[in-house]
Nanobody, 116 residues
Framework: QVQLVESGGGLVQPGGSLRLSCAAS????????MAWYRQAPGKGRELVAS???????DYADSVKGRFTISRDNAKNMVYLEMNNLKPEDTAVYYC??????????WGQGTPVTVSS
């Protein structure tokens, strides 16, 4: 399985930007579908964006046009560029890796707070 470590969260004002990073280790990174999920206080975990091993990308409707997911297989990294942040984007953001033969792996999460 792969081990995941997120970074880049923090406090930002509405309209601001953040870039989340997820470092992967321990397995063949390129075979995994990588994704970002988030969980707001009192709510369930939701899929924000995903990128497959074939670079097919999908976004939640709530972040389309504002967030961009990317992966760098040479560095075993996945990123989430978040622009025009809104208070409703406040959540703990989790990196996820999925491969059919290994199942799911999760990072520990990085908190994002959007507030003035």
């Amino acid at each position: 399985q792969v081990q995941l470590v997120e970074s880049g969260g923090g406090l930002v004002q509405p309209g601001g930007s953040l870039r989340l990073s997820c470092a992967a280790s321990g397995s063949i990174f390129s075979i995994y579908t990588m994704a970002w999920y988030r969980q707001a206080p009192g709510k369930g975990r939701e899929l924000v964006a995903s990128v497959t091993s074939g670079y097919n990308i999908d976004y939640a409707d709530s972040v389309k046009g504002r967030f961009t997911i990317s992966r760098d297989n040479a560095k075993n990294m996945v990123y989430l560029e978040m622009n025009n942040l809104k208070p409703e984007d406040t959540a703990v953001y989790y990196c996820n890796a999925f491969a059919r033969i290994y199942g799911d792996s999760w990072g520990q999460g990085t908190p994002v707070t959007v507030s003035s």
